[in-house]
């Protein structure tokens, strides 16, 4: 009772459930009738030719045949009564399309009064269920066959979360075996943190709607791998099995490739910056070798006046009067300059001291923005991110604008800090080089403030603004106003899908040519949240 039209034989598994509905449909029909036989006949995939007949006799009545071909030929149920042999009834099974796969018949060996027409009808029925089955398997197959290629799981849950079906690939990717795995809440293959977070997509996915999440699914020896938990109410003929589609893509790859992209972009942000970061080590550097100088100078001169200093206390010294003694320490304390000495040692100290913290403070945030950012979310103080980026990109800064600081109490975010350093990064180049080329020095302002439970930040210029008719392609990839050679027109687009899509929040641009742009983000304090599409 396999439909070959419609069941993969490569797929035993799915063929014995054909099988399985087959007989159960049979089984109905041959109950609603009061028959002795009923049973499946199979036709060959675009064409009329009987292939073979099933049922619960031992063999199948001869009039089958001729019955089979009546149905498929009209495409209605059919009687046919024969007076030796007795009394059968057949409904064609029809593709959505109206190609044949088979026949559902019944037959009994004792003539009787043709079925009447309400029985026809549910033969016809029966017959339709059997149709929309094979559909089933063979779309099923088809969704299968092609998300096993992306790394994805097709899977089918009952009202209640529990899994009625998923496809071989799952297997492959979690170590749990098929088996095992149908009649299992789905919720029990998440992490436990995600657990609600699961429990409430499978529940809100609505038709016409997907709920989706990223989170993290568990493999049969403990381990989790990122997925996308993609959850809809399903879209054909559904019954109490088939209440939900969901799709489970293994996220492994793409997230290492966004990391290692994210990454590149940090280093190469980090390479045009290169120069001015060593210029901005170099002059301290500078100033704290003078002053390590002049402190060894120094040093030799204090140290001669110490030497004077014991010659005239030794009292061993009986020959040197106590006024020789004097003028002589005198003396000593004019050629080394003391009183500059005691001014200036100190400033030298001073200033070496501020030099090496600017250094070590630079340091610190060429290491925090070019770290490799983790693949989970963590809470970070976006302030103390804006300031970091801030002193990296000083160079860029400092001889076109002056940059003023309004940051106000924020909580900490819940947020990939290394990818929004990249965003603010971006944001200050590009107000920067908006600003060279005005005659008067610039201004960027960076303001943060806390509007509920979302963190916004705004970084403005007084630059040269944005046409109107370019402010909505400003954020596709490659687009770009700056020179060949400047800019590669992605530094906006990724600040777009690091806020948009990676964070859940937003950007919008304020700009008016020849008075300055603003761009201002609005952040989560909490996250994304849950994804409906």
């Not at 009564?81 to 399309?97: H, K, W």
């Not at 549910?122 to 063979?138: K, N, P």
């Not at 492959?172 to 098929?178: A, I, R």
């Amino acid at each position: 009772m396999v439909t070959v039209a419609a069941v993969d034989p490569g797929e035993p598994a799915r063929a014995e459930e054909y099988r399985r509905s087959s007989e159960d449909i049979a089984a109905l029909a041959a109950h609603s009738y009061g028959t002795t036989y009923a049973g499946v006949t199979v036709w060959a995939a675009g064409g009329r030719r009987l292939l073979a007949g099933h049922g619960f006799a031992t063999e199948t009545p001869p009039p089958v045949a001729e019955l089979c071909d009546r149905v498929v030929r009209e495409r209605r149920p059919v009687v046919v009564r024969d007076g030796a042999a007795g009394l059968f009834a057949g409904a064609a099974i029809l593709t959505s399309a109206g190609d044949p796969l088979g026949v559902l018949w019944v037959a009994d060996e004792v003539a009787r009064p043709a079925p009447a027409p309400l029985s026809e009808t549910l033969l016809q029925v029966l017959a339709d269920q059997l149709g929309l089955r094979a559909e089933l398997s063979t779309r099923w197959r088809e969704r299968t066959q092609a998300l096993d290629m992306v790394g994805a799981v097709l899977f089918y849950a009952s009202r209640d979360g529990l899994i009625t079906d998923i496809s071989s690939y799952w297997a492959s990717l979690t170590g749990h075996p098929v088996d095992s795995t149908v009649g299992r809440p789905v919720t029990e293959f998440f992490h436990g943190e995600v657990v609600d977070e699961v429990r409430e997509v499978l529940t809100a996915a609505g038709a016409g709607s997907i709920r989706r999440l990223d989170c993290a699914l568990l493999t049969a020896d403990g381990a989790t791998i990122p997925v996308d938990l993609a959850v809809t109410r399903f879209d054909g003929p559904a019954d109490d099995t088939r209440e939900l589609l969901g799709v489970v893509t293994d996220l492994r790859e793409r997230r290492r490739r966004e990391l290692e992209a994210g990454h590149d972009q940090k280093l190469e942000s980090l390479g045009r910056l290169s120069a001015g970061i060593a210029h901005e080590i170099n002059t301290p550097i500078q100033f704290v070798g003078d002053n390590t100088r002049f402190l060894a100078s120094a040093y030799q001169e204090m140290l001669a006046l110490i030497e004077t200093y014991r010659r005239c206390l030794d009292t061993t010294s009986g020959e040197l009067a106590w006024g020789d003694r004097l003028a002589l320490a005198t003396e000593a304390e004019q050629a080394t300059d003391l009183d500059y000495l005691t001014t200036e040692v100190p400033l030298a100290v001073e200033q070496s001291l501020d030099g090496i913290e600017r250094v070590a403070s630079l340091v610190r945030a060429m290491k925090s923005f070019s770290y490799k950012d983790s693949r989970d979310r963590v809470y970070a103080d976006l302030n103390e991110a804006l300031t970091t980026t801030l002193t990296v990109a000083r160079n860029e800064v400092k001889y076109v604008a002056d940059v003023s600081l309004d940051l106000g109490e924020l909580p900490p975010v819940l947020c990939h800090v290394g990818d929004l350093n990249q965003v603010f990064l971006n944001l200050l180049v590009n107000a920067a080089d908006a600003l060279h080329d005005r005659e008067e020095r610039g201004e960027i302002r960076i303001t943060t403030r806390a509007e509920g439970s979302t963190a916004v930040i705004s970084l403005a210029d007084n630059g040269c603004g944005i046409p109107a008719d370019l402010q909505r392609m400003i954020f596709e990839p490659f687009f770009t106003t700056k020179e060949v050679g400047k800019g590669t027109g992605q530094g906006l687009a990724l600040a777009r899908a690091v806020v948009i899509d990676k964070h859940g929040g937003t950007i919008e641009v304020n700009s008016a040519p020849g008075e300055g742009t603003e761009f201002v983000l609005r952040l989560p304090v909490d996250g994304k949240a849950l994804e409906s599409a």
